[in-house]
């Protein structure tokens, strides 16, 4: 059990080395044929206890930043934000448990097609699994357009199988070799899996490139993202991440904006990030009147972040509000995947106890319109806040309504100085391939990028983080429906 625990231990570490912002992404090829090799040495209570020990240590060095957003954001204690990000951990590692239980049950490392099975399982297990940040190692590959080209034929559960199969057979030829076995057909065939992944990603790269070489002014958007930094306030008292310590507000944001006109007066549209504070959505607030003579004078629209509050509901929405060229209120599109535990309690009409846990969540309401906004005189802007970017199935409904590109407004800064933001953004990047939608993420803090509907960052694109950044790039609006988009997760 000794090395068994040890091989966990080190596909773990090889998961950790891969995972965005890890030194060595492409490890994601590999990292999982450790754990393979260790469960096929033990049975169903042993390949429970390591798989849940696998699921743990990778969800813990993932995503502990989650505890400064349990402190910060619903401002808990430092020990029970620990607390509850453990058990968010936990929970994590249960479809890890499950696929070691499977595979100590089945004893699939001696079956005919347990390799098959165990790849189908695992891959299953991770889509299916309701999760709070729905990532895993396929993620570390989101800097590699090339490998990731198929998202558009399967999404991410696809991908999750082409790279769960070039693990696993990774891990049944090392136990062929230990076997004294012939280990030559799986190694074709993982080489066969990694050609088809390239040759793939080769294809649809040249079909896209040449697309964009040929696109007309009609067929490019140019959004101006503005990244103010803004300090978060806790309990009443602002908090600074990076060296710049000034104390910035919506007047900071309005200064920016202006120069963001001067410099990209050709802008189709202008877009704050979600912000510490949401606006109120009173449209006496000075600010407003800041915002719509810019835009009046500029001739060019706004995308503000601001909430409004609904006295029946007793609650707040979370919008993104359209400032038109006319200096109007546009269409307002309203939040509708909410942050779980920070915009809303989940569970709290049959738990009221929870918000004797989590007495400083917020009490927002998630909208149910799928609305458009619109960009360059068409309603194709898919705005998206924060959290929601992770989620498909949502913007399948907006791009089967006309979408053609999405805007996240996001603010990280919750999360301190980690690498919260970087993951989100990988995350994030891939919704660009399934859908092929470009996408621009403007965020409070840092991380924002430009990403066109090849998956590909657009160089220069990535802000800085805790800094202050004006930027703008062309995304190129491919106007296409995906497989994928056709068949949803037909292929789980």
């Not at 798989?51 to 957003?69: M, P």
């Not at 503005?226 to 602002?238: E, F, H, K």
């Not at 049959?350 to 927002?364: E, I």
């Not at 160089?459 to 995906?482: D, I, M, N, Q, W």
Request: some cysteine.
């Amino acid at each position: 059990m000794t090395i068994s625990l040890l091989l966990t231990l080190l596909s773990a570490g090889l998961f950790i080395l891969s995972f965005p912002e890890g030194p060595l992404p492409l490890l994601a090829f590999v990292c999982l044929a450790p754990l393979a090799i260790a469960l096929s040495r033990v049975g169903p209570r042993g390949g429970l206890l390591l798989g849940l020990v696998y699921g743990f240590t990778v969800w813990l060095a993932s995503v502990w930043w989650l505890s400064n957003g349990f402190y910060l954001y619903v401002e808990l204690s430092r020990w029970a934000s620990w607390l509850w990000t453990v058990v968010g951990c936990l929970v994590g590692a249960l479809p890890y448990g499950a696929f070691g239980l499977l595979f100590g049950l089945s004893r699939w490392a001696q079956r005919p097609y347990g390799l098959l099975r165990a790849t189908l399982a695992l891959t299953v297990l991770l889509a299916w699994y309701p999760l709070l940040f729905p990532g895993s190692h396929v993620h570390a590959l989101y800097n590699y357009p090339l490998l990731v080209q198929t998202l558009d034929l399967g999404g991410v559960p696809g991908l999750l199988f082409m790279l769960n199969l070039v693990n696993f057979l990774a891990a049944w030829a090392i136990l062929d070799l230990t076997r004294r076995k012939n280990p030559v057909k799986r190694l074709a065939a993982l080489i066969f899996a990694l050609v088809f992944m390239v040759g793939y990603g080769s294809y649809r790269l040249d079909q896209l490139h040449s697309e964009m070489d040929r696109a007309g002014p009609g067929r490019t958007v140019k959004i101006v993202s503005i990244q103010p930094n803004l300090p978060i306030v806790r309990a009443g008292v602002p908090y600074f991440f990076g060296p710049d310590k000034t104390y910035r507000d919506a007047d900071t944001v309005l200064a920016m904006a202006a120069d963001g006109v001067q410099k990209h007066p050709d802008a189709h549209l202008v877009v704050w990030p979600e912000l510490p504070g949401a606006m109120p959505s009173n449209p006496e607030y000075h600010v407003w009147k800041a915002v719509r003579s810019l835009a009046v004078r500029s001739g060019i629209p706004f995308l503000v972040n601001c909430a409004d509050y609904d006295p029946e509901a007793r609650g707040d929405y979370n919008n993104a509000q359209i400032i038109t060229a006319g200096g109007g209120f546009g269409p307002r599109y309203r939040k509708m995947i909410l942050f779980p535990f920070g915009e809303y309690l989940p569970f709290e009409k049959r738990l009221p106890w929870l918000r004797k846990l989590f007495p400083n969540a917020l009490n927002y309401i998630a909208g149910k319109d799928t609305t458009l906004l619109p960009i360059a005189g068409k309603e194709r802007g898919i705005a998206l806040l924060c959290y929601e970017v992770l989620f498909p199935g949502l913007i399948r409904k907006f791009v089967a309504a006309g979408g053609e590109v999405i805007v996240n407004m996001v603010d990280d800064a919750w999360f301190g100085a980690s690498d919260a933001s970087a993951i989100h953004m990988a995350l994030a990047v891939y919704r660009t391939v399934e859908y092929r939608v470009p996408l621009v993420r403007v965020t409070n803090s840092g991380n924002g990028v430009f990403v066109q509907p090849t998956g590909e960052i657009v160089p220069g694109s990535r802000t800085p983080v805790f800094e202050e950044a004006v930027t703008s790039f062309p995304l190129y609006l491919a106007g296409k429906r995906t497989v994928y988009f056709r068949i949803r997760d037909a292929l789980l």
